[in-house]
C-alpha cells in the first residue's frame, strides 16, 4: 500500500493566506513519482478521442459516472445535443451563459489511486483537514473524489453555500499543457461597487449564499498550476469561478476534489443575485461615510420590496427595531 500520509504534515505545515480570502495553497502538493504515477493511471491519462461518444464510452468503460454537480447536467444526450452548437443558455443559473458535465471515478483499478482513495476517506486525513480550519470532526461528514470536467463547465463568481464547512481542489491534470488551457478556477474579490453584498450575507446568516454576475467580480488568481492545492473553508468573501472553454477530446480537466459538509443543517432560504442589486443613487456614493457606516439592516429594507420572501421576516426585524 502506498503511503500518502506525508501529505498531511504538508497541509499540516501550509500558512493560512488572506488573500484574496483566508486558504491554503501548496505547489508540488505530491512528490514527483506519485504525482506522475497518478497521472499516468489509465483511468486519469484518457485522451485523443475523435468525438464526444468515443470520449464517453471510455469514461464510462474506466469506471466514471455523471453526477449531479453544480454548473452541470448529467444527460449525456442532452450536453452532446447541446455541445454539438453550444447555444447561450441559462439553464444552471442565469449569471451563468453555459453548462457542463462532471464525472466522477467511482471505484478505481489501478493501485495507486485505489490507495489515494483510501486515503482521502481516512480518519487521519480528515480530522487534519478539519483542524487545519478549526471544524469540529464530530459536525461534518466528507465527500471526494476524482472528477473530469467537460467543456462548457460554468459557475458564475459564489462563495459556496452555508451547508459547506471546507473544499479543496487539487489538479491532476494529464495533458502536458494542461497550465495553458482554458479551464481552471479563478479566486476573485467584490468590486468595490458590490461589497455590501458581503455584507448582506453576513448580516443574514437565515439566507443562504448565492452565484452572482461575472461583471460583479474581479479575478485575483487563477489556480492553473498542474499538482496544486487549494483548500479553504467558506465565508463571505471566499469568491470563486470557472468557465471551462478547451476541447476535452485531447484530454480533461480532472481534479481530486472533496468537500466537507455540516451535518444536520437546517435549509436556508434562497436569494438570487437580481434581488440583491442596489443602484448608485440608493447607495448615496457622494457620502464615503455612509457606505462605512451601511448596515445589513439598511441593504434588506431597500431591497426588501423586491423579495417576496422577505415580507414577513422584515416587519419581525422593524418591530423588534421599534422597541430597542
Known sequence: MKNFFY????????KIVEYPFSHIYIENFFNDLDFQNIVEADSINTRNFKNNNEMFNSLFD???????????????NEYCDWHENKITSKKMNTACESFGMTLRLMEPQSEILVDLKNFIESKEFNEAIAKKFNISRNSVYSDHGIQKYLDGYEISPHPDIRKKAL?????INPHSSSESLNHHTEYLTLKKEYKYVESFWEGNQEFDRCWIPWEWAESKFVQNQNNSLVMFSPSNN??????ALYNHLHSQRTQLYGNLWYENFES?????WENLIISPSELNP???KYLSRLRPFSILQKIKSKINIFSNKTKNYSDVRNRK
Do not use: R, W
Open 7 to 14: 501529505l498531511i504534515e504538508k497541509i499540516n505545515n501550509a
Open 62 to 76: 474506466h469506471g466514471y459516472k455523471t453526477i449531479d454537480f453544480p454548473g452541470c447536467i448529467s444527460d449525456v
Open 167 to 171: 473544499t479543496y481542489m487539487i489538479n
Open 238 to 243: 471566499s469568491i470563486h469561478a470557472i468557465k
Open 268 to 272: 436556508l432560504q434562497n436569494v438570487e
Open 286 to 288: 457622494s457620502s464615503k
